[in-house]
Each structure stands twice: as structure tokens, then as C-alpha cells.
């Protein structure tokens, strides 16, 4: 079946269509046929980009007011006789939407019904930059392509495991049920993906490991998958929270926000943007958010730039540290994301000294492996590392799949709990 | 007939006009920006980067949304540029004469129903509109400083002003990230007429010699939860216009509340404007911060 994956932003809507159907996953042959991007949605010089497979990149120019019309746009692109890929419109036969936050009310993949598209309205207080977005993308595909089932994959689902002794803050409890303020945790589609396909290669029963997944991208989240459950993740409330990223802060004492606010009289906004915009990386060393630039500067003798390395790595052991702790033990440890499947060095500064753990690196396979799969530990190493490339596109196809097929429990409205 | 925004005109490339064409352009539209000449349209875009440095040094913004927002404006000194904008709004200093000028160049260029905002606190939007080919679309809306951090904008209905036009108005002061409040003619609406008896009070209660201008200003600030005193606001605001205010209000309402204290006119009469000119109730560096604060004047964590 050929499914459309939908990731709508604000001002853009990113896409792929995938083909894909109980078997092929278990091939692992899911075979991706087109990916593109509509962006500057709202203006008059909004872009189009298709990719297709051994062809050239096709690029076109118009003006694109909302997201009805880029699905349209999209739409009648992929079933261009000259650069599209289908037929037809009516080859496709589903669509995966990419939602942000699903709340407490997802815990899986779903079906996008009226009661759903509501819960995530409601959920839109907790990430009122992303869900508004996504669900206007999907309401322009429903209009757009009204007979076929849309799919909504949650970027908090995988971690609704997390029991609450996890996931609660130390705060006053009542602050929870009235607010739900609490762990949420995000890239939850990349560490399903990543526990899974790890496994696979590795050739263990999915459910049966203790494993701890690393993504190092744009925002960095580790995450700890007790036989196939997520029981902590690093990532929080809000994407803020955890590792050190390329502009973010990561963990640092709360404390520490009211103290600016009001020796630096910072407004909201400033420290807000102070947290998320000009900290992580960027912040430390004052040259770049990109960890290859990073390294490139500590390799020149950039001392800020060298202490920003040392602290990304320090907080990615930490996170494996507390996670083997949290589950009595690993058994291995998966690399991803754009640093995790390309920085040999990072890897290696965040696993080293864990010897006594049981992770041992082979430094020669690590240093070789930039961008693709496969085992960066030594043959003895009790607990095994490896690097496994992300698709989260893929895996929302996967769902779709899933959900389709009756795979994934079938979803009922929570009860409303009173406070 | 749908109307949507995006393409501004901002007639004035001062600090409210710079203030209010970062806004947009930070929302993603585009901004044409009209100063008198080439050499102000330098200064304008010279000011208006500082500006934007100066928010990324208190980590507001990043160097790539001040490329952003700078690649959305646009400087010109023609009116031309109003011709395919959505919106206008002039931003030039409070003087009739100068202010229906630029409203007639906005008419003669721009779509009939595409709104004209005039940027008063105190004249009368209707008898600007009144010269106007279609005074329907004439439409006043009052900033307050500081332009970036207030987040309240009164919208005002002039005599004639369309429930669309109005309204078209409202969707703009939410683009701007402002509450609008909506707000009938009547001179100095509701902040202006509210604040204005504050300040002149503040300033008498110096006059008379109760307690010195930053024992009342503390007072206030601190009494009240206000971020600053009335009179450094009107320091920061102006000296001069704010008794230019306070003598319009007395001459349209009569009322003796409005009546500007006499030292400040005594300021004002000595050129001691205020921040912009260094001295005013209070003393301030070239930065435009204080520099003769009280010991308890300070933040304090709790």
C-alpha cells in the first residue's frame, strides 16, 4: 500500500510516500518512493521540493496561502505524469500524520476520528506551537483525500509507559492533575523505531532487552526501554529538558530562571529564548550549534569549544549511567540521530570509562562508521553498542500499517478525571 | 471580498515605526518602510539593527531571525510602495497638519477597502478621515511605550470607521501580539485620560514639596507592582509630549485635572525632556538607563 506521511508545521509540510505492507516490515523492505517539502506557507514565494529516487531534485515556485493548498499542490505533484510518482491521487491509500503531543491520552497510534482530532485540540496547551500546525495539515489531507483513513503518530506516545514515579515532578501534586504538568518525553517514533530495528539486527526478541536508546540530532533525547516499554526518558515537559543540544540547555537548576528574571530584569520571553535559542552548544562554545563545526574548532585549539564537546558527552554518559541503574543493568546501548549516526567521536567520549558497565567500544569499527548501521562495540563486550540510522517516516508508514491491520490496541476515549 | 495581510506600509521610520516593522516582519510579512529621504532611511535602517543587536545581547532574538526579519523590509521614500499593501499604518509625530498630508497620499494609492491606520494618542480620527476620499477606512489605533513590551493597543472607531475596516484593524493588533482594546473616540481614550491625572499628581506632589521625585516614584512602582514610577515613564515617554497631551486633553475636556503642573512645564521650557535628552525628573546615560537610582530601587529575588 502506498501511504502519504505528513509533517506539518506552521509554515511548512514536510512529506513522503511509502510503500509498505505487513510483510515488507518484516522484510525490512518498506521501500520509500518520494520525499519533499512545501515551505513558506503564507507567503507568495512558497517552494516545493520533490525527491524521487535516481531522478532529479524538481522544484517549483508559487504562491501557497494555507495548508489546503500545499496538500493540493503535493498532491497534484505526486500524480504528475511527467515528475510525480502516481498514477492516480486514488493510488494512495492512507495517510500518517505526525502529531507533536498527544498528552495522557495517547499511548499508541490511532485513527484519526472527530473524538480524536478534539483530544488533540486539547492537547494543544502543551505544545501550542506544534499541534495547532499538525492539525491543520491534517484537516486540509482529510479534504483533500476524504475516503481514505488518516493516522495520527504521536511524538509522546512510546513514553506513556513511563510508570509515575518517573514521569511526576517533585512539585505539589495538585499542579499535575490540574495542569498535567509531567514528563512527557518526545522523539518517541525514533526510539520505538531504533529498540526495534537494533533488535532486529542484533537478532534479539524486541521485548525480551534492557535497552537504551541515544538521539543525537537538532535536539538530543536519551531514552530507557525495559523489555520493550520506555520507563524514563530525558526530555521532559517540553523538549528543554535532558542532554545538552545544539542551542538548547538541557537540565540545569530550575532556580535559576526567577534569579535572571529578576537580577537581569529578563522578561519571559528573554529567558525563554535564552534557554531554547542561545544555550546548549551554541551557547557554550560561541561558535556553532553543529557538532561537526565543534569538533572542528576543539581540533584548532577552540577551548570553548572543547569544554562544549566534553559537556555534550559527560551528559550523554550521565543519562546511560542513570538508565542502566533504573533498570538494574543494560544490554545494549543504540546510537541516532544526525551526531549519534555520524560523530565516531562522541560516541566514543560518551561510552568511555563505562568498562565496568560492560560497554566496550571496538574504536576501529567506530571510527569507520559514519551515516550507516551496524555494531560499534568489540566482539567481547557484554553489553553491545550500535549505531542505527532513524526513520521516523518509516516508522509513522509502519503504523499506519499497524493500526490498519488491528496490530496496535484500538483506542478509547479516556475517562474524564476529576480533580 | 476576502482581504487578507501581507504586505504592510509604515509611513515613518522612527521608533515606533521601526518597533512596529520588526513586529510584522518577525510574523513573517513583508514590510515597506517609508522615510523622507535616502540619508533617514540609512538612519532608520541603521537604528533599527542596533535595535535588533541589542535584543539578541539580551538573548531575545538570534542572528538568524534579525537576517530574517531585516530581508522583510524594505526602505523606500516614495508612497508608491502603499499601492499593493494590504494595510498602512503611519507612524509620524502627533501633528494634524502633517498626519492629513500623508493620509491623502495613502488614499490616492491604496485598494478603497484596505485600511488607513492613523497612530494618535490624542487627535481626532474622524476629523483626519473627513479629507479623505473614503473616510470609512480610517481607522486610529494608540500605542504605548516601550512599543516591544506593552502588550495593550487601543483600537479606535472613528465617526465613520466600517465594522470591516474595524475589525481588519483588531486582526492587525493581534498579528502585532497586542490585546487589542476596543475603544471609541474621545481624546486620549482610555490610557492617556487615565494616566495622564497620575502623572500630573506625581509631579504636584513633588512641586509641593511632600518628598523628592524618587521617593514618589518608588513609591508608586513598588506600591502598586508597577514597573516603573509615573515619572520616569513620563521621562522615557517625553517631557514634551507628554505635556503636549496634557494640554490638548485640558483644551478639548475643560477639566482642571488636566491641567499640566507647572514644573513640568519648567522642564520641558529648559529642553530637560527626559531619557532622550539625558535629564528630565531623572538623570540618564546615553544608553537611556538611569543613573541615579535609590539603593532600594533594585531587584530583589523575594
Not at chain 1, 515488507?24 to 506557507?41: F, P, S, W, Y
Not at chain 1, 535564552?274 to 562554545?285: A, D, E, R
Request: hydrophobic share 40%; with cysteine.
Amino acid at each position: 500500500m502506498k501511504i502519504l506521511v505528513l509533517n506539518s508545521g506552521s509554515s511548512s509540510v514536510k512529506f513522503q510516500v511509502i510503500e509498505t505492507d505487513l510483510e515488507r516490515m518484516n522484510a525490512h523492505q518498506d521501500q520509500t518512493l518520494a520525499t519533499g517539502l512545501v515551505e513558506k506557507i503564507g507567503l507568495s514565494d512558497s517552494r516545493l521540493v520533490l525527491k524521487v529516487p535516481d531522478r532529479k531534485a524538481y522544484t517549483d515556485y508559487r504562491e501557497i496561502l494555507e495548508h489546503r493548498a500545499a496538500i493540493d499542490w503535493v498532491l497534484r505533484i505526486l500524480a504528475d505524469p511527467e515528475v510525480g510518482i502516481l498514477g492516480e491521487v486514488a493510488e494512495v491509500g492512507a495517510v500518517g500524520h505526525r502529531v507533536v503531543h498527544g498528552g495522557e491520552a495517547f499511548a499508541s497510534s490511532v485513527i484519526i476520528t472527530p473524538d480524536v482530532v478534539q483530544q488533540i485540540e486539547d492537547c494543544s496547551v502543551l505544545a501550542p506551537l506544534h499541534n495547532p500546525p499538525n492539525l491543520r495539515g491534517y484537516y486540509a489531507a482529510h479534504a483533500a483525500l476524504p475516503d481514505v483513513p488518516h493516522i495520527a503518530v504521536f511524538d509522546t506516545a512510546f513514553h506513556q509507559t513511563m510508570a509515575p514515579h518517573s514521569f511526576l515532578y517533585g512539585i505539589p501534586f495538585q499542579l499535575y492533575t490540574k495542569h498535567a504538568l509531567r514528563k512527557y518525553g518526545f522523539h518517541g517514533t525514533s526510539h520505538r523505531y531504533v529498540a526495534f530495528r537494533g533488535s532486529q539486527i542484533l537478532g534479539w526478541e524486541k521485548d525480551e532487552k534492557k535497552l537504551i536508546t541515544v538521539h543525537l540530532g537538532n535536539g538530543c533525547s536519551a531514552a530507557a526501554i525495559d523489555r520493550g516499554k520506555s520507563v524514563d526518558t530525558s526530555m521532559g515537559f517540553t523538549p528543554l529538558e535532558g542532554l545538552l543540544m545544539g542551542t538548547r540547555s538541557g537540565d540545569m537548576d530550575p532556580a535559576i530562571v526567577p534569579w535572571l528574571m529578576a537580577m537581569e530584569e529578563m522578561t519571559l520571553h528573554q529567558v525563554n529564548t535564552m534557554m531554547n535559542k542561545h544555550s546548549g552548544l551554541y551557547g557554550i562554545s560561541g561558535v556553532s550549534s553543529d557538532m561537526r563545526e565543534i569538533i572542528e574548532a576543539r581540533a584548532g585549539g577552540h577551548q570553548r569549544a572543547d569544554v562544549a564537546f566534553r559537556m555534550f558527552c559527560y551528559r550523554v554518559k550521565k543519562y546511560i549511567g542513570a538508565y542502566a541503574a533504573a533498570m538494574g543493568g543494560v544490554d545494549a546501548v543504540f546510537f541516532t540521530g544526525g551526531i549519534g549516526e555520524n560523530s565516531p567521536e562522541v560516541r566514543e567520549w560518551a561510552l568511555s570509562g563505562l568498562e565496568y558497565m560492560g560497554i566496550e567500544l571496538d574504536r576501529h569499527i567506530n571510527d569507520g562508521l559514519r551515516g550507516g548501521e551496524g555494531e560499534i562495540s568489540s566482539d567481547g563486550s557484554k553489553v553491545k553498542a550500535l549505531v542505527v540510522p532513524t526513520n521516523e517516516e518509516k516508522t509513522i508508514a509502519r503504523d499506519v500499517v499497524r493500526v490498519l491491520n488491528g496490530i496496535m490496541p484500538s483506542w478509547e476515549p479516556p475517562e474524564t478525571v476529576s480533580p | 471580498m476576502s482581504w487578507e495581510l501581507h504586505n504592510v506600509a509604515i509611513i515613518g521610520g522612527g521608533m515606533m515605526g521601526r518597533s512596529i516593522a520588526t513586529k510584522v516582519a518577525q510574523e513573517g510579512l513583508n514590510v515597506c518602510l517609508k522615510e523622507i529621504s535616502t540619508e533617514a532611511a540609512e538612519a532608520s535602517r541603521t537604528e533599527l539593527e542596533q535595535s535588533l543587536d541589542h535584543e539578541i545581547a539580551r538573548f531575545g532574538l538570534t542572528n538568524s531571525e534579525k537576517k530574517a526579519i531585516l530581508s522583510r523590509i524594505r526602505w523606500v521614500t516614495q508612497f508608491d510602495c502603499a499601492a499593493d499593501c494590504d494595510l498602512a499604518i503611519e507612524t509620524v509625530q502627533e501633528d494634524f497638519g502633517v498626519k492629513r498630508r500623508i493620509l491623502r497620499e495613502l488614499d490616492r494609492r491604496m485598494v478603497e477597502d484596505h485600511p488607513i491606520v492613523i497612530n494618535t494618542s490624542t487627535l481626532s480620527i474622524t476629523e483626519l478621515a473627513a479629507q479623505n476620499s473614503c473616510p470609512e477606512r480610517i481607522v486610529g489605533m494608540h500605542f504605548l511605550y516601550p512599543v516591544t513590551t506593552t502588550r495593550v493597543v487601543e483600537v479606535i472607531r472613528g465617526q465613520l470607521t466600517t465594522d470591516s475596516v474595524y475589525e481588519r484593524a483588531v486582526k492587525f493588533a493581534r498579528l502585532l501580539g497586542k490585546v487589542p482594546i476596543k475603544v471609541f473616540e474621545m481624546p486620549g481614550f482610555v490610557t492617556t485620560r487615565v494616566i495622564m491625572p497620575l502623572i500630573n499628581e506625581a509631579m504636584h506632589t513633588v512641586m509641593e514639596g511632600v518628598a523628592q521625585a524618587a521617593e514618589v516614584d518608588l513609591a508608586i512602582k513598588l506600591g502598586f507592582n508597577f514597573t516603573m514610577g509615573p515619572l520616569e515613564w513620563a521621562d522615557r515617554t517625553g517631557l514634551d509630549r507628554v505635556l503636549t497631551w496634557m494640554q490638548h486633553l485640558y483644551s478639548e475636556s475643560g477639566e482642571p485635572r488636566f491641567r499640566p503642573c507647572p514644573m513640568l512645564k519648567r522642564l520641558v521650557r529648559a529642553g530637560l525632556y527626559g531619557a532622550k535628552t539625558g535629564q528630565g525628573f531623572f538623570s540618564y546615560d546615553a544608553n537611556r538607563r538611569r543613573t541615579d537610582r535609590l539603593p532600594d530601587d533594585k531587584p530583589r529575588l523575594a
